[in-house]
């Protein structure tokens, strides 16, 4: 498993924080969720001494994005140890405490003043070695690894009309949301006085990677006015916009897509699934069919599209399992003797339409987070959803969409095909998913308890690990830091002193729900804290990236202290996690970062909590079906808890 796979594929489902309209978290410490002389004890652990556990304005003269800093190195190192002692044994933790004081003495000091030197010369030191490290370098296929899928709410098409419909009209409505990018429309909103950074919206549209061996390209066209249609595997350019820049009416869009349906009543080659392999592989592939000026056309012409739109071949669903399958297809497109080659995974946005209802984005990670993908999404959802007409007021001044032709008689390509298949069809049959859809509550007993949401599903996930494998897990959660310029995220290390006591808690039969209660309550504000200091770029994962890729950039030995016991343990995340919320019975799911370990994309709503939930079907002791039921038992025992102990300690404010 690449050295990078459980930093990056954690990031994947990108919890963001959420922000009513006064701009203030809406995940905010609550005064009130612990007894403040408690709350402040966490605090001292996880705080710098200089850092004052209430929230201060950020200076009002800096209406700029904030430059990203480099911590000092004792801060981090003191709050990597509080992370990492859960995970340890009494013998291992006195090891790691002599090895992290020999880091900072040593080898750490050195590699700080060079992380130092070259952070005062950059606006954003971590941004681009971020983008290459965790991204271009990987070398294992996206699929699964890298990119999420993220449903749209299901569709019920009454026939093939509709179908295209439907079709046009997201079509149509991605392409104001593009329209909104351009123009600058995107709300900024604020955290504290610090504006967020917008910039990842304008790096999603025209986006797209070419595979290279050993490092991969990223190339961006936002100015593109075109989509590129798969359909039974052939590609067509299809413009969106007029001559004038004027979007083009839904109906002739549709109109268009189905005259490519009626056009091609064969399959075609499967090129396609070349981007689902691994990066070598799909690059030495890249380079073959390369050869011939058209096919060199016809792959820029991809690459350059705004996204690519999949017209899928139609499946049957089974009974039960129908949302299991759903971010299935969109994750890995089911196969190559389903959908797998009706994908060009190297596009940042593929929009996806199956006749059986299922509809979503598959999205290739590298330049942004899960935001601007969810909020396109409720965007078309809800202007469809308001106006039955949306899409009938564009140009109807169009250009008939034109085939792309890819062709190759090379035998290399046509093995890298068979390589292919056979590897999509391993990793289809590798990855095993739940979508739990959990009605015993939502967001609104949560915070009736004066408790965050996301800090809530966090310990329950905690806690459900803890029973299936009576151990805590290492587990992951993505924080923005859209506070900086360029800012991309942070871990949120979920897993704490207080996860661990509350779990143990829960397993306790002297326990009284009193004590659970306490416990869960500590173990939910030792959460918030942490995230409030990744939010604001105090993590401890990037800064460690950083002075390794200092190590390795100046040619210097990887420190001891990279494979000592608490830094292998800690970033070893068997939990991979992330919020992505929506109002819309929609969600976001992705693959497991860990042979041993589990995904959990998750969005709680005010009545409900729907969570994707991935496991590796090769892996004897993790089952995905056993721990979603284990997390639904977790949830309804957390609420019995807090209802039978006294309640919130009342605010005196």
């Not at 509350?502 to 326990?511: L, Y």
């Not at 819309?584 to 994707?612: K, Q, S, V, W």
Request: glycine residues 6%; charged residues 25%; hydrophobic residues 35%.
């Amino acid at each position: 498993m690449n050295k990078y796979q459980s930093e990056r594929v954690l990031e994947k489902g990108d919890a963001e924080m959420q922000f009513p309209r006064n701009g203030k978290l809406l995940w905010n410490l609550t005064k009130s969720s612990l007894a403040q002389q408690s709350q402040n004890a966490i605090a001292k652990r996880l705080l710098p001494a200089s850092y004052s556990t209430a929230v201060k304005d950020a200076p009002s003269d800096q209406p700029n994005l904030l430059k990203y800093h480099v911590l000092p190195l004792e801060e981090t190192l003191n709050r990597f140890m509080a992370t990492v002692e859960p995970l340890l044994t009494a013998e291992e933790l006195e090891q790691q405490k002599e090895i992290t004081a020999q880091f900072l003495k040593n080898q750490g000091r050195d590699l700080q003043q060079l992380l130092e030197a070259t952070g005062s010369k950059e606006k954003n030191w971590l941004a681009h070695r971020w983008l290459k490290a965790a991204y271009l370098q990987y070398r294992s296929p996206v699929t699964v690894f890298v990119s999420p899928g993220m449903t749209f709410p299901k569709q019920n098409f009454k026939d093939s009309r509709a179908f295209v419909d439907y079709t046009a009209r997201v079509i149509f409505g991605l392409g104001e949301f593009n329209d909104m990018v351009h123009a600058g429309k995107i709300p900024i909103v604020k955290m504290g006085k610090d504006e967020l950074d917008n910039s990842q919206f304008g790096k999603v549209f025209g986006t797209c990677r070419i595979p290279r061996r050993g490092t991969d390209e990223i190339v961006y066209n936002p100015s593109s006015d075109y989509v590129v249609v798969i359909y039974r595997n052939h590609f067509y350019q299809l413009q969106i916009y007029n001559k004038q820049g004027k979007l083009i009416a839904a109906p002739c869009l549709a109109a268009q897509l189905e005259n490519i349906m009626s056009k091609e009543t064969k399959v075609g080659v499967p090129y396609g699934i070349l981007t689902t392999d691994s990066r070598d592989n799909w690059a030495e592939a890249y380079e073959h069919l390369s050869e011939t000026p058209s096919n060199r056309d016809a792959l820029k012409t991809i690459q350059s599209a705004l996204f690519t739109v999949s017209l899928d071949e139609g499946t049957t669903l089974k009974q039960g399992e129908e949302v299991d399958e759903l971010i299935l297809s969109l994750i890995h497109g089911s196969g190559s003797k389903v959908n797998s080659g009706n994908r060009w995974m190297d596009k940042t946005i593929q929009l996806v339409v199956n006749p059986n209802g299922n509809v979503g984005f598959t999205y290739e990670h590298s330049p942004a987070e899960g935001q601007p993908i969810a909020m396109m999404m409720d965007y078309v959802v809800q202007k469809m959803k308001e106006d039955p007409n949306f899409g009938q007021n564009g140009s109807e001044d169009f250009t008939p969409a034109q085939k792309l032709q890819i062709s190759s008689a090379n035998k290399s390509v046509e093995q890298s095909l068979t390589v292919a298949q056979k590897n999509v069809d391993q990793l289809a049959e590798a990855l095993q998913m739940k979508v739990l859809k959990f009605d015993g509550f939502g967001k609104d007993f949560i915070k009736k308890q004066r408790l965050g949401p996301d800090s809530f599903v966090q310990i329950a996930l905690q806690l459900a690990f803890f029973k299936m494998h009576a151990e805590p897990a290492a587990q992951y959660e993505s924080a923005h830091l859209r506070i900086f310029d360029g800012g991309r995220t942070e871990t949120i290390r979920s897993c704490s002193n207080e996860s661990l006591a509350f779990c143990r808690a829960m397993q306790d039969t002297n326990a009284t729900d009193q004590e659970r209660a306490d416990k869960l309550r500590a173990a939910i504000t030792s959460h918030q804290m942490y995230t409030k200091l990744a939010l604001q770029g105090k993590g401890v994962d990037r800064h460690l990236l950083g002075l390794k890729l200092m190590a390795l950039e100046n040619r210097q030995p990887v420190p001891e202290f990279y494979s000592s016991p608490g830094f292998v343990k800690s970033s070893h995340f068997r939990m991979s996690t992330s919020q992505v919320a929506t109002k819309y019975e929609a969600f976001m799911g992705y693959g497991p970062a860990t042979d041993d370990g589990y995904a959990c994309c998750y969005n709680p709503r005010e009545h409900d909590i729907i969570l994707a939930i991935s496991a590796w079907r090769h892996c004897p002791i993790t089952d995905h079906l056993k721990f979603a039921n284990t997390l639904e038992e977790s949830f309804s025992q957390m609420k019995d808890v807090l209802e039978n102990g006294s309640g919130p300690v009342k605010s005196k404010l």
